[in-house]
């Protein structure tokens, strides 16, 4: 699989007029549930809790532009920035600055856009007996002292043109699944995208989920989930051998759903272990399609 570091950048005079939300973004799910190649020996909930094979920074350097990221938060105490946790449901993964970290790293080096997607909170967030706590703005606050430089205003909207984006030297959206947030801090953060997600744990109940999001497609960001789901007693069982081989068994289809017309429907499609997908070329290849209006099959 080739790198794609700078990919919207390389074709800026084609792709600059694009909206954000008509183009095919190339996203992971579960982005910060990485690790290298598991061992046969690794335990049973590890494989189910490993979405990926490659860090963040190496994510986006492969040409992925859209990151789900699960925060948690391990504190009783306010701007607590070190017991923020990136899961995998209940499962603390790995700190959110080891991921933060490779986000900056990545924007200071290109002038890529890039969507970060804060759709759930697994832990430490609604716990409404602890009154003083504020998970929420100790995200915020910590996001913002990060990465604030290069978060665009949400008063582009989700309409905005590339270039828009570049005008202003603003490539990072802070996508958020909370109504009073996004409120409060209207000034940076954007609208949640709607994820579409089939809770399937066969290829063929996926491609039935998705022929009927496809037949009527949201409007606004959206992504589309393209990935199997473990059930509680098939991780038991460990009768589908682990997110891995689910991806393996499904991601060379996936990518082939994505070459048909359906690439010319969606917005951001998320996949576990994308390595083994051909989602990114494929986005590329669609967006400069939607781009010159070229009609020629992939």
Known sequence: METNPTWMTDEATLLGDLRIDNIFIPGTHDSGAYTGVLADSEKR????VIAQDEPVLNQLIFGIRSLDLRVSYYSVRNHDYDQLYINHGVRGVRPLKEVVEQIKEFLEKTREILIL???????????FRILHLKPHETLIDYLLQELGPFIAPPQLTWNAR???????????ILAYNNRKMLSKYSHILWPPVHQKWGNAQELSKLKEYMRNVFANPPIGPWSAQAELTATGRKIITDKLRGLRQMAASINTQVTEWFQS????????????????TGIVKTAISWNLRRATGDSCDL
């Not at 997607?117 to 716990?127: E, L, R, T, V, W």
């Open 45 to 48: 909930i590890e494989k189910y």
């Open 117 to 127: 997607d804060f759709h759930q909170f697994p832990i430490g967030f609604s716990n």
């Open 162 to 172: 590339l270039q828009d984006f570049w005008n202003l030297n603003k490539t990072l």
């Open 261 to 276: 017309d359906w690439g010319a429907k969606c917005h951001i499609v998320t996949c576990d272990f994308f390595r083994s």
